[in-house]
């Protein structure tokens, strides 16, 4: 069974930051872990921010885009997740980014890994997805 895991936590895997080594950890003992694509322009925006700020240079940036998909075993595609992930946004009254993690976490019957906060709390309105804090 896979392990889906979302922007908050694949970010780690790029910046020293709290959390940094349970991502790191998680990627190295986890065989099968998977994202909605929509992952690489999450990390990829995150990652911009951080070298707007100071903390990366923009070949770090570059590096953390390039190898990005490499640390996940399978990106599955938007498509086959919107029409569910538009579902669960009306239900939950959250965003739909969020909800296409949900909606693949569903269909795979496999558990969330998160380190952000509104993430876990989803956890507690939809119950069928367990939502596992990293």
């Given at each position: 069974m896979s392990l889906i895991v979302d922007a908050?936590?694949?970010?780690?895997?790029f910046s020293a930051e709290d959390g940094a080594d349970r991502a790191e950890a998680l990627f190295v003992t986890e065989p099968d872990l998977a994202a909605p694509e929509l992952i690489l322009a999450e990390v990829g925006n995150a990652m911009w921010?951080?070298?707007r700020e100071g903390w990366l240079s923009s070949a770090q940036v570059a590096a953390a885009i390039e190898r990005m998909p490499r640390f996940l075993q399978r990106l599955v595609p938007i498509i086959d997740l919107v029409a569910r992930a538009s579902e669960l946004t009306s239900l939950l009254d959250h965003p739909i980014y969020d909800c296409l993690y949900l909606a693949l976490a569903e269909r795979e019957q496999s558990a969330i890994?998160?380190?952000?906060?509104?993430?876990?709390?989803?956890?507690?309105?939809f119950a069928t997805v367990e939502i596992r804090p990293l």
């Open positions: 908050s936590v694949a970010v780690k895997w921010k951080k070298h890994v998160t380190a952000d906060g509104r993430m876990l709390a989803l956890g507690q309105k």
